[in-house]
């Protein structure tokens, strides 16, 4: 008798002791979620060469010794469909934009038109103008600093016919950074909700259809959490959330597809739930384990460009495919114990709610039978 594989062990050993695995798959989640709740601070919207270029030293030259430190400036733009620079009630909406300004939390100066007599501050109708605002900091810094006067000119309400807008550095980074954050919920909410849909025609059970995404949620939880932790030692692209949200849920829910089902058709040959399950794990677990290897190999390659959001993109999708797979081969195999055969609980009406496994009917088994009936063509 051969020697069971690395992954049918795990699945027994896991479903030996179910209480202890969750348990501390449980820990493990609450420590990761209190880590990936830190991670903002570990992100950045700035796009950085990392292997130090010509071009980037010269930049560094530049800086150093004839521009200086290159300033975090914002820009304030006051608009008028009827005033002009030239009105009364013109003049005094900037200046009092200027005063709020300058008291704002990261702001260092605020100086307008009317402060520096500069015609490039004006337009040629004189019914637009700019304030011209520095935050503290350099330039890397204005993202983190820039938050109040965006929400100062966010609640403002000028009144008649007057806009005011702000521009710089530091705001469209903040931007991007929210409407990738907003985009990223919409995005995959609705993906969830299609992928609950697909698993529920696939299981025709709420139960087995819920457990692949748990193991995607357990996965994004862990992997944001680690990025969070080696994100005090390196600073990463905000895209590494979206990565790792997107990633997580494909081959969280893949990988838990496979098992749950390939536990299903076992215990309904076999009716043990231990042999059920070790025969997962060394069939559909052990594809699951060479799947997820496959992928961190091949992603390890975008390590090697030296520019931080492909080694973002490559570092989070490592992360979260290690936690998929474990997850697969650990908690699933105990979660399965636990469980056993009411795994099969909330049966969708209509639906197949036992898998036979010697049913060799129909669709799928049609396809298989025409394209192993015709190889060539």
Not at 24 to 43: E, N, R, Y
Not at 289 to 305: E, R
């Amino acid at each position: 008798m051969s020697k069971p594989s690395i992954t049918e062990r795990l699945a027994r050993a896991s479903a030996g002791r179910p209480w202890s695995v969750v348990g501390i798959w449980i820990v493990g989640f609450v420590v990761m979620a209190a880590s990936a709740s830190q991670v903002g601070d570990a992100l950045t919207t700035e796009f950085a060469i990392l292997n130090n270029p010509d071009s980037t030293v010269g930049a560094e030259l530049l800086e150093e010794r004839l521009r200086g430190e290159e300033r975090a400036l914002e820009f304030i733009i006051v608009q008028s469909q009827v005033l002009t620079v030239e009105d009364v009630e013109y003049q005094e909406l900037v200046a009092r934009v200027v005063d709020d300004v300058r008291g704002l939390e990261g702001v260092s100066s605020a100086a307008s038109y009317f402060d520096t007599d500069a015609s490039a501050m004006v337009s040629a109708d004189g019914t637009a103008s700019l304030i011209q605002v520095e935050l503290e900091g350099d330039a890397k810094e204005a993202s983190d600093n820039v938050g109040p006067l965006v929400d100062y000119v966010r609640d403002l309400e000028p009144g008649g016919e007057f806009e005011v807008l702000v521009f710089g550095q530091g705001s469209v980074g903040m931007e991007v950074q929210e409407i990738s954050e907003r985009d990223l919920q919409t995005g995959e909410s609705i993906g969830i909700s299609i992928a609950l849909i697909i698993l529920l025609v696939v299981f025709g059970a709420v139960v087995a259809a819920v457990l692949p995404l748990l193991l995607a949620i357990v996965a994004i939880v862990g992997a944001i959490g680690v990025t969070a932790l080696f994100g005090q030692m390196w600073s990463f692209s905000f895209f590494v959330v979206n990565i790792i949200t997107m990633i997580g849920l494909a081959v969280g829910i893949d990988y838990a597809l496979f098992i749950v089902q390939r536990y299903r058709e076992e215990y309904a040959k076999r009716g043990d739930i231990t042999e059920a399950i070790a025969k997962a794990g060394a069939t559909a677990s052990r594809a699951v384990l060479y799947s997820g290897a496959t992928v961190v190999i091949a992603l390890l390659g975008l390590l090697l460009i030296p520019q931080n959001i492909y080694r973002s993109i490559a570092f989070g999708s490592i992360v979260v495919v290690i936690f998929a797979v474990l997850g697969a081969l650990t908690l699933l195999p105990a979660v399965l114990k636990l469980l056993g055969p009411k795994i099969n609980r909330l049966s969708i009406p209509g639906l197949r709610r036992q898998p036979s496994p010697d049913d060799d009917s129909g669709f799928w088994a049609a396809v298989a039978r025409g394209v192993m009936g015709h190889p060539v063509l």
